[in-house]
Protein backbone atom coordinates (compact mmCIF):
# COMPACT_ATOMS: atom_id res chain seq x y z
CA UNK A 1 0.00 0.00 0.00
CA UNK A 2 1.39 3.66 -0.33
CA UNK A 3 2.91 5.85 2.27
CA UNK A 4 0.97 8.90 2.54
CA UNK A 5 2.26 12.49 4.14
CA UNK A 6 0.33 14.69 6.47
CA UNK A 7 1.34 18.14 8.32
CA UNK A 8 2.10 17.33 12.09
CA UNK A 9 -0.23 19.71 13.04
CA UNK A 10 -3.46 22.30 12.28
CA UNK A 11 -5.55 24.47 13.76
CA UNK A 12 -8.74 25.90 12.94
CA UNK A 13 -11.30 28.42 14.38
CA UNK A 14 -14.27 26.86 16.00
CA UNK A 15 -17.17 27.08 13.18
CA UNK A 16 -14.91 27.57 10.30
CA UNK A 17 -14.18 24.40 7.99
CA UNK A 18 -11.22 22.45 8.80
CA UNK A 19 -9.19 21.20 5.25
CA UNK A 20 -6.84 18.69 6.37
CA UNK A 21 -4.61 17.72 3.79
CA UNK A 22 -2.53 14.41 2.50
CA UNK A 23 -0.01 13.37 -0.27
CA UNK A 24 -0.47 9.77 -1.39
CA UNK A 25 1.80 10.03 -4.97
CA UNK A 26 2.16 6.94 -5.58
CA UNK A 27 -0.89 5.80 -4.72
CA UNK A 28 -1.70 2.99 -7.46
CA UNK A 29 -5.13 2.65 -9.78
CA UNK A 30 -6.90 0.31 -7.13
CA UNK A 31 -5.88 1.94 -3.59
CA UNK A 32 -8.88 3.57 -1.89
CA UNK A 33 -8.10 6.58 0.18
CA UNK A 34 -9.55 6.08 3.56
CA UNK A 35 -9.42 8.82 6.40
CA UNK A 36 -9.89 8.01 10.15
CA UNK A 37 -9.34 10.02 13.74
CA UNK A 38 -8.48 9.84 17.33
CA UNK A 39 -9.96 11.32 19.86
CA UNK A 40 -7.77 11.36 22.93
CA UNK A 41 -8.04 8.31 24.91
CA UNK A 42 -10.30 6.55 22.38
CA UNK A 43 -10.06 4.14 19.40
CA UNK A 44 -9.53 5.17 15.92
CA UNK A 45 -12.54 6.29 14.09
CA UNK A 46 -13.55 5.73 10.07
CA UNK A 47 -14.30 8.68 8.91
CA UNK A 48 -15.04 8.56 5.31
CA UNK A 49 -13.48 6.85 2.21
CA UNK A 50 -12.92 7.25 -1.51
CA UNK A 51 -11.43 6.28 -5.18
CA UNK A 52 -11.64 8.77 -7.55
CA UNK A 53 -14.58 10.83 -7.03
CA UNK A 54 -15.05 13.32 -4.44
CA UNK A 55 -17.97 11.86 -1.29
CA UNK A 56 -19.76 13.32 1.56
CA UNK A 57 -20.99 11.64 4.20
CA UNK A 58 -22.69 13.36 7.69
CA UNK A 59 -19.34 13.52 8.93
CA UNK A 60 -16.92 15.46 6.76
CA UNK A 61 -16.19 15.73 2.98
CA UNK A 62 -13.58 14.01 0.56
CA UNK A 63 -11.81 15.97 -2.20
CA UNK A 64 -9.45 13.66 -4.61
CA UNK A 65 -7.42 15.50 -7.08
CA UNK A 66 -7.84 13.88 -10.75
CA UNK A 67 -4.10 12.72 -11.11
CA UNK A 68 -5.12 11.05 -7.16
CA UNK A 69 -1.71 12.12 -5.94
CA UNK A 70 -3.84 14.00 -2.99
CA UNK A 71 -6.58 14.77 -1.51
CA UNK A 72 -8.35 16.68 1.35
CA UNK A 73 -10.78 15.81 4.55
CA UNK A 74 -12.95 18.74 5.21
CA UNK A 75 -15.02 19.05 8.22
CA UNK A 76 -17.24 21.96 7.18
CA UNK A 77 -18.10 23.40 10.56
CA UNK A 78 -15.23 22.65 12.83
CA UNK A 79 -16.24 22.11 16.65
CA UNK A 80 -13.86 21.67 19.70
CA UNK A 81 -15.25 18.12 19.60
CA UNK A 82 -13.59 18.09 16.46
CA UNK A 83 -10.56 17.96 18.02
CA UNK A 84 -8.09 14.95 17.28
CA UNK A 85 -5.44 13.37 15.72
CA UNK A 86 -6.60 12.93 11.70
CA UNK A 87 -4.85 10.11 9.51
CA UNK A 88 -4.48 9.47 5.82
CA UNK A 89 -4.63 5.83 5.27
CA UNK A 90 -4.18 4.03 1.60
CA UNK A 91 -5.53 0.78 1.43
CA UNK A 92 -6.23 -1.13 -2.19
CA UNK A 93 -8.88 -3.29 -2.31
CA UNK A 94 -7.04 -6.63 -1.91
CA UNK A 95 -5.59 -4.86 1.34
CA UNK A 96 -6.28 -6.00 4.50
CA UNK A 97 -4.20 -4.38 7.02
CA UNK A 98 -4.76 -0.93 8.00
CA UNK A 99 -1.14 0.63 8.51
CA UNK A 100 -0.98 3.93 10.33
CA UNK A 101 1.25 7.00 10.07
CA UNK A 102 1.98 9.88 12.14
CA UNK A 103 -1.26 12.06 11.45
CA UNK A 104 -2.27 15.77 11.44
CA UNK A 105 -3.17 16.54 15.04
CA UNK A 106 -6.23 19.23 14.85
CA UNK A 107 -6.54 21.54 16.78
CA UNK A 108 -9.74 23.42 17.03
CA UNK A 109 -10.05 27.00 19.00
CA UNK A 110 -12.54 28.52 20.39
CA UNK B 1 -20.33 -1.74 11.23
CA UNK B 2 -19.05 -3.64 13.81
CA UNK B 3 -19.20 -2.84 17.58
CA UNK B 4 -15.89 -3.74 19.39
CA UNK B 5 -15.53 -4.26 22.87
CA UNK B 6 -12.39 -4.79 25.02
CA UNK B 7 -11.36 -5.85 28.66
CA UNK B 8 -10.13 -4.86 30.56
CA UNK B 9 -10.04 -1.23 29.69
CA UNK B 10 -7.15 -0.65 32.27
CA UNK B 11 -4.91 -2.38 34.13
CA UNK B 12 -1.77 -1.97 35.83
CA UNK B 13 0.61 -4.81 36.29
CA UNK B 14 3.56 -6.12 38.49
CA UNK B 15 7.06 -6.80 36.09
CA UNK B 16 7.66 -10.08 34.95
CA UNK B 17 3.59 -11.46 35.01
CA UNK B 18 1.45 -11.73 31.95
CA UNK B 19 -1.61 -9.97 31.28
CA UNK B 20 -4.31 -11.29 28.54
CA UNK B 21 -6.37 -8.68 26.42
CA UNK B 22 -9.57 -10.09 25.32
CA UNK B 23 -11.69 -8.48 21.62
CA UNK B 24 -15.64 -9.39 21.45
CA UNK B 25 -16.79 -8.01 18.07
CA UNK B 26 -20.45 -8.16 17.99
CA UNK B 27 -20.65 -9.89 14.40
CA UNK B 28 -18.68 -12.08 12.48
CA UNK B 29 -16.07 -10.60 10.59
CA UNK B 30 -13.04 -11.61 8.81
CA UNK B 31 -10.16 -10.08 10.07
CA UNK B 32 -9.18 -9.39 13.39
CA UNK B 33 -5.87 -7.23 14.12
CA UNK B 34 -3.98 -6.12 17.60
CA UNK B 35 -1.87 -2.97 17.70
CA UNK B 36 0.33 -1.02 20.05
CA UNK B 37 -0.15 2.66 20.46
CA UNK B 38 2.80 3.60 22.89
CA UNK B 39 2.34 7.10 24.83
CA UNK B 40 2.35 10.01 22.55
CA UNK B 41 2.66 7.64 19.30
CA UNK B 42 0.96 6.41 16.60
CA UNK B 43 -0.65 2.98 16.15
CA UNK B 44 1.72 0.39 15.36
CA UNK B 45 0.48 -2.47 13.86
CA UNK B 46 1.44 -5.48 16.25
CA UNK B 47 -0.14 -8.86 14.31
CA UNK B 48 -2.77 -10.11 12.10
CA UNK B 49 -5.49 -12.78 14.32
CA UNK B 50 -6.30 -15.60 12.20
CA UNK B 51 -9.37 -17.61 12.74
CA UNK B 52 -8.01 -21.44 13.38
CA UNK B 53 -4.14 -21.07 12.53
CA UNK B 54 -1.41 -19.10 14.28
CA UNK B 55 -1.34 -15.43 13.86
CA UNK B 56 0.84 -13.33 11.49
CA UNK B 57 3.47 -11.09 13.34
CA UNK B 58 4.70 -7.96 12.16
CA UNK B 59 8.57 -7.13 11.73
CA UNK B 60 9.72 -6.56 15.63
CA UNK B 61 7.44 -8.62 16.95
CA UNK B 62 7.15 -12.32 17.95
CA UNK B 63 4.75 -14.72 19.49
CA UNK B 64 6.60 -15.64 22.26
CA UNK B 65 5.98 -11.93 23.51
CA UNK B 66 2.50 -11.53 21.90
CA UNK B 67 0.74 -14.57 22.08
CA UNK B 68 -2.89 -14.21 20.12
CA UNK B 69 -5.60 -16.37 20.22
CA UNK B 70 -8.43 -16.21 17.78
CA UNK B 71 -11.07 -19.21 17.99
CA UNK B 72 -13.65 -18.14 16.29
CA UNK B 73 -14.97 -15.14 14.07
CA UNK B 74 -15.85 -13.23 17.13
CA UNK B 75 -13.07 -13.19 19.48
CA UNK B 76 -9.64 -13.04 19.95
CA UNK B 77 -7.09 -12.69 22.80
CA UNK B 78 -3.78 -10.66 23.25
CA UNK B 79 -1.28 -11.58 25.79
CA UNK B 80 1.45 -9.12 26.92
CA UNK B 81 3.84 -11.88 28.32
CA UNK B 82 6.64 -11.49 30.85
CA UNK B 83 5.99 -7.97 31.16
CA UNK B 84 8.51 -4.75 31.69
CA UNK B 85 7.47 -1.33 31.89
CA UNK B 86 8.81 -0.91 28.09
CA UNK B 87 5.24 -2.33 27.58
CA UNK B 88 3.04 0.12 29.23
CA UNK B 89 1.02 1.34 26.09
CA UNK B 90 -2.80 1.26 24.90
CA UNK B 91 -3.15 -2.41 23.38
CA UNK B 92 -6.29 -2.15 20.87
CA UNK B 93 -8.04 -4.34 18.53
CA UNK B 94 -9.20 -4.11 15.24
CA UNK B 95 -11.93 -6.10 13.04
CA UNK B 96 -12.84 -5.87 9.98
CA UNK B 97 -13.50 -7.20 6.10
CA UNK B 98 -10.55 -7.14 3.47
CA UNK B 99 -10.68 -4.10 1.72
CA UNK B 100 -13.45 -2.01 3.62
CA UNK B 101 -12.81 -0.03 6.62
CA UNK B 102 -11.52 -1.16 9.96
CA UNK B 103 -13.33 -0.84 13.13
CA UNK B 104 -11.84 -0.42 16.48
CA UNK B 105 -11.76 -0.72 20.03
CA UNK B 106 -11.51 1.75 22.87
CA UNK B 107 -8.26 0.03 24.03
CA UNK B 108 -6.44 -1.50 26.90
CA UNK B 109 -4.48 1.11 28.54
CA UNK B 110 -1.45 -0.91 30.24
CA UNK B 111 0.44 0.25 32.77
CA UNK B 112 3.50 -1.94 34.04
CA UNK B 113 5.11 -1.04 37.67
Known amino acids: DAKTTQPTSMDCAEGRAANLPCNHS???????VYWYRQIHSQGPQYIIH???NNETNEMASLIITEDRKSSTLILPHATLRDTAVYYC???????????FGAGTRLFVKA | SAVISQKPSRDICQRGTSLTIQCQVD?????MFWYRQQPGQSLTLIAT?????????ESGFVIDKFPISRPNLTFSTLTVSNMSPEDSSIYLC??????????FGQGTRLTVV
Open chain 2, 94 to 103: SAGEQGTEAF
Open chain 1, 26 to 32: TISGNEY
Open chain 1, 50 to 52: GLK
Open chain 1, 89 to 99: IVLGTGGFKTI
Open chain 2, 27 to 31: SQVTM
Open chain 2, 49 to 57: ANQGSEATY
